[in-house]
């Protein structure tokens, strides 16, 4: 018997209404996690990768219109929730986020453990002494010293501060939880930290992580499936070893090729043009204007095709 | 006004084994206050830096954020006083010009700063922002102003130029932006040009369109950079040398090639293993990062400052002296008592 996935995400649209018109920034996404699996969602800024996880987790900004697909959490649609429900059962207590720049996102005048506490203290109810010792168990998790918890964000560095983030989304214990850009604003060696503290929290917690980021190179860290977006789809899903291997798609073809590498003479590449606006999105595959491959057949929408275990939405493949 | 700039250039080109700039045991300290009056200390942001640059040289400076490097670029720029040590730029020091001296080199130098948004005026659009270095750097006709506007911009490639002209920084892409601030760093034609992290904010196609487009600039002008970074897999495609700065102090210097593939000091070692590359076996391991955070800049360690984290400290050495530069093979300079 197949077991159920973690998390399944069908035809999931999101539009935005704007002065300018319908922003399409999630256009019919659909992906698959299994639990105690990373998946990385690869995109370049608006693509529309923070609108899904805004998506997935129901945070959607007040102009927010079409939102309609199914997302199967443990096999059960949360859709069909409404929103004290969704806020009650779902949201922290299911699946958590942790936001873009969150190191920036901590109140400042909030001491880190008692905002690191108020995620259990509303959702266990429990009083505020258990809920400080369970932060104290959190922050022993993410590796930050325990008598940080008295003290303000600001006297944490940022890679502290990323790690109390990290607490905060962990701290009710959820199956899985949504990173986005969780390091883009690290130093390097802070950076490679954040990813060993991740690693180990799935290694131990059997965590679900989705990954959403750009940057390519450090995505691979954590990865174990990829999707990569692009404007408001996902052009391709596949595991991270086949992926970083030899990417199919030739817009994840193009990522990979820009990317600079430390050890190769060989020069990055810049894919050429801009990415459409999603307000005003192209007939057909909405690559074909950069791609280098584009055919006849790239006019009309290119159908998702399965290739060996992997999907890719690209005309080259039927 | 063309064969001007083109002999500006050849004569970059003739003087490209001498030194364009060159910093000398640079001190930049900034005193901590309390309440106002006694001294609560220092930040010694920059602690004895020296390096030189030449005519035509691209130079990284890699560190992460604290590390002083910000602070070294201003020193650089004149933007800030060294508390000890000099600057010297093509054989004049710094610290001796006078005002309308400081003015004439602010019109050498260049400046790419790290957040384009934040670089540009929102309220002046591109024309106006570009003209402004040629009014300060008096240029008085109009005619002769609009040409080198345009000129500057085919060179950043913001073509069709007219379109460009009247928009304002908002109404541009990030890539669009760098573009601007580089162009307006080119503008006065300058010897040398410093970039603060110029493509961290963008997104990782243009960020490769950015670094080509400054490097096709540097060459093309026998330009002197300084480019400074955090990305160690930037470098290699940028410049010929990279200097590593850690807590104030320069720790490693080098020929790109040579540090990335022979590094020296412990530290680089460390960046070195901390920057990832696109491999799905990167998920199968832990990487074996020094602990801790950078020391504060007001108490440093005593000895190495990286001692407190170094994987291959010596005991009793390391934590006691301040290693000297040590010369392991030719042009290759490592503040570390390992290579004693």
Redesign the interface.
């Given at each position: 018997m197949a077991q159920t996935k973690l998390l399944r995400i069908e035809e999931l649209v999101l539009h935005f209404n704007t002065t300018q018109g319908v922003v399409q920034a999630v256009d019919g996404v659909n992906f698959e996690l299994d639990s105690n699996r990373a998946v990385v969602i690869l995109g370049e800024s608006g693509c529309g990768k923070s609108s899904l996880a805004k998506a997935i987790l129901r945070l959607l900004p007040r102009n927010s219109g079409t939102y309609t697909g199914h997302i199967y959490l443990d096999g059960k649609d949360i859709m069909l929730l409404n929103d004290e429900e969704f806020r009650q059962n779902i949201r922290w207590a299911a699946m958590s986020m942790v936001p873009q720049a969150a190191m920036n996102s901590l109140n400042p005048v909030i001491k880190v453990g008692e905002q690191v506490s108020e995620p259990a203290l509303i959702h266990f109810g429990v009083s505020k002494e258990e809920a400080l010792a369970l932060v104290k168990k959190m922050f022993q998790h993410v590796g930050v010293p325990e008598d940080f918890i008295g003290r303000y964000p600001f006297e944490l560095s940022g890679g502290m501060r990323q790690r109390v983030a990290i607490a905060m989304a962990l701290v009710t214990s959820p199956s899985l939880i949504i990173l986005d850009e969780p390091t883009s604003a690290l130093d390097v060696l802070t950076q490679a930290n954040i990813f060993n503290v991740l690693k180990r929290l799935k290694k131990e917690l059997g965590v679900s992580f989705i990954l959403i980021t750009h940057d390519i190179a450090t995505s691979s860290e954590l990865a174990d499936d990829v999707a990569v977006m692009y404007a408001g789809q996902i052009v391709e899903m596949s595991d991270a070893h086949r992926f970083f291997d030899k990417p199919l798609h030739p817009y994840s073809q193009k990522l990979m090729a820009s990317v600079p590498r430390l050890h190769t003479v060989k020069e990055p590449e810049f894919i050429v043009g801009r990415p459409p606006s999603l307000v005003n999105l192209p007939q057909g595959c909405r690559f074909a204007d950069r791609c280098p491959a584009r055919f006849d057949k790239c006019a009309q929408n290119p159908p998702v095709i399965e290739k060996e275990g992997r999907k890719v939405k690209c005309w080259l493949y039927a | 006004m063309v064969a001007a700039i083109n002999a500006n250039d050849v004569e970059k080109k003739d003087r490209s084994k001498e030194v364009l700039l060159s910093v000398d045991e640079l001190r930049v300290w900034f005193e901590l206050r309390r309440f106002g009056f006694g001294r609560a200390g220092y930040v010694r942001a920059v602690d004895g830096v020296t390096f030189d640059v030449h005519y035509g040289e691209a130079i990284a400076v890699v560190g992460?954020?604290g590390c002083g490097k910000s602070s070294l670029m201003k020193t650089i720029l004149g933007l800030y006083k060294p508390t000890n040590g000099k600057v010297v730029f093509d054989n004049q020091d710094l610290s001796e010009l006078d005002s309308k001296g400081m003015h004439l080199y602010h019109s050498q130098v260049g400046y790419v700063q790290q957040d384009p948004y934040g670089a540009l005026a929102p309220f002046m659009n591109v024309q106006t922002i570009l003209e402004e270095p040629l009014i300060v750097g008096g240029v008085k006709s109009k005619v002769e102003r609009k040409q080198r506007v345009c000129k500057a911009m085919e060179e950043v490639k913001l073509s069709p130029v007219d379109d460009f002209l009247p928009k304002y920084p908002h109404m541009l892409?990030?890539g669009q932006q760098q573009r601007v601030v580089i162009a307006r760093a080119m503008i006065m034609e300058p010897k040398f040009l410093v970039a603060d992290e110029p493509v961290s904010m963008l997104?990782?196609?243009?960020?490769?369109?950015i670094l080509?487009l400054l490097r096709g600039l540097q060459e093309t002008h026998h330009l002197s950079v300084i480019y400074i970074t955090?990305?160690?897999?930037?470098v290699?495609?940028f410049s010929e040398r990279i200097f590593v700065m850690y807590a104030g102090n320069l720790v490693e210097k080098a020929k790109v090639r040579q540090l990335?593939?022979n590094p020296k000091h412990p530290y680089t070692m460390?960046?070195?293993?901390?920057?990832?590359?696109?491999?799905?076996k990167?998920?199968e391991s832990?990487?074996e990062?020094?602990p801790g955070?950078p020391p504060s800049l007001v108490n440093p360690p005593q000895g190495c400052r990286f001692h407190p984290r170094c994987p291959k400290i010596i005991k009793g050495v390391c934590d006691v002296d301040e290693p000297p530069e040590f010369e392991p093979e030719p042009d290759h300079q490592v503040k570390c008592w390992l290579y004693k």
């Open positions: - | 992460e954020s892409s990030g997104d990782a196609s243009v960020r490769v369109e080509k955090h990305d160690l897999s930037t290699s495609y990335l593939d460390a960046l070195l293993t901390g920057t990832s590359e696109p491999d799905a990167n998920a832990f990487k990062i020094p955070e």
